[in-house]
Nanobody, 125 residues
Framework: EVQVVESGGGLVQPGGSLRLSCAVS????????IGWFRQVPGKEREGVSC????????YYSDSAKGRFTISSDNAKNTVYLQMSSLKPEDTAVYYC??????????????????WGKGTLVTVSS
């Protein structure tokens, strides 16, 4: 059984930092792609960042570049999203998702197979 569990959300002031964790199990971690997505009520879900744990390659949306860092601990089957210089517009529910067999030719993290329940990040003073 595949499990995807996010943690680390909370309230942080603008300019602050937060680290999200995504613990996964039930599949071959280093053959997958794992992504972070976020959604604000009433808006479409957007991709934030993606990592392929097998080679450690990270991918970022324009809004995340330079502020967020994605990493993986392959011994723990866990992916982290370190978020810095947070802005109020980063407020959203953040979801972790797994792509079991990424297609590197067509792009990774574009067809996710399993999703977590999400963790709320609120950036506010």
């Amino acid at each position: 059984e595949v499990q995807v569990v996010e943690s680390g959300g909370g309230l942080v002031q603008p300019g602050g930092s937060l680290r999200l964790s995504c613990a996964v199990s039930g599949f071959t971690f280093d053959e997958s792609a794992i992504g972070w997505f976020r959604q604000v009520p009433g808006k479409e879900r957007e991709g934030v960042s993606c990592i392929t744990p097998g080679d450690g390659s990270g991918y970022y949306s324009d809004s995340a570049k330079g502020r967020f860092t994605i990493s993986s601990d392959n011994a723990k089957n866990t992916v982290y999203l370190q978020m810095s210089s947070l802005k109020p517009e980063d407020t959203a529910v953040y979801y972790c998702a797994v792509e079991m067999s990424p297609d590197y030719d067509e792009g990774v993290c574009d067809k996710m197979d399993y999703w977590g329940k999400g963790t709320l990040v609120t950036v506010s003073s």
